[in-house]
């Protein structure tokens, strides 16, 4: 078959002249890059179209599986009285519905109310339109193993460790409270804390870099 683009032409299949892709360690580089063990589907879109899956997983890791919220809800964002439903599993529907939008704190914050199943549920968000006045807090590298990122939004309760310290796998980090429940942030690799970048009352979105290991 005769191809042609760019108003060039060759012969043959398309793609044919492009390197061999080493499966093996295509699946071995998605799996570190999703955390889990690769699938084939995630693997064939690496290797096709790698940067725009790269921001994917990014994007996935901050903001989990966006994929069961509908289009116009995620594109637009929903109203305030409007409800939606959103199925998270087989026979398992979450009715969320919005109810106010507070005013912006000086972190370029809101606070949202909402209703989750008829409880009344609030959480923190950040305000785009805010970005050209506030100074906004790094985000962790998914990437890079030195950075230690808060795994879900809320409010910094305690810190057990300070920069210089060095922690061993499972040491406790910190401590925050999302939604009346309060989680623990263990370190999951020994080493030396070159930032801590958090204090006690500090509120942090998914994601947020809160400390950073030293180069070893």
């Known amino acids: 078959s005769r191809v042609y683009r760019n ?5 043959g299949r398309p793609g044919v002249t492009l390197p061999q892709a080493n ?9 570190s890059l999703v955390g889990h063990e690769a699938t084939p589907r995630e693997v064939s879109s690496w290797l096709l179209y790698s940067r725009v899956f ?24 929903p109203k305030a009285g409007e409800e939606l439903f959103v199925d998270i599993e087989p026979g398992k529907t979450l009715v969320i519905r919005l109810l106010t939008v507070g005013e912006a704190h000086e972190d370029g914050t809101r606070t949202v109310f909402f209703e989750l199943n008829g409880q009344p549920r609030s959480v923190s968000v950040i305000d785009r339109t805010l970005e050209g006045t506030i100074q906004q807090r790094p985000k962790a590298d998914v990437g890079n193993p030195r950075d230690i990122g808060a795994p879900m939004p809320g409010l910094i309760v305690t810190v057990a460790v300070k920069p210089g310290e060095v922690v061993k796998k499972g ?3 910190l401590s925050l409270e999302a939604m009346k429940m309060e989680t623990t942030v263990y370190a999951e690799q020994d080493g030396t804390l070159s930032e ?9 979105e998914a994601g947020e ?3 950073r290991y030293a180069d070893n």
């Open 7 to 11: 108003h060039l032409s060759f012969d």
């Open 23 to 31: 499966m093996e360690e295509a699946t071995t580089e998605v799996t």
């Open 54 to 77: 790269e921001d994917f997983v990014k994007h996935r890791a901050t903001y989990v599986d966006v994929a069961v919220l509908p289009t116009p809800a995620l594109l637009e964002g």
């Open 171 to 173: 040491d406790k980090l």
């Open 196 to 204: 801590v970048l958090v204090s006690p009352g500090s509120p942090v």
């Open 209 to 211: 870099l809160i400390a």
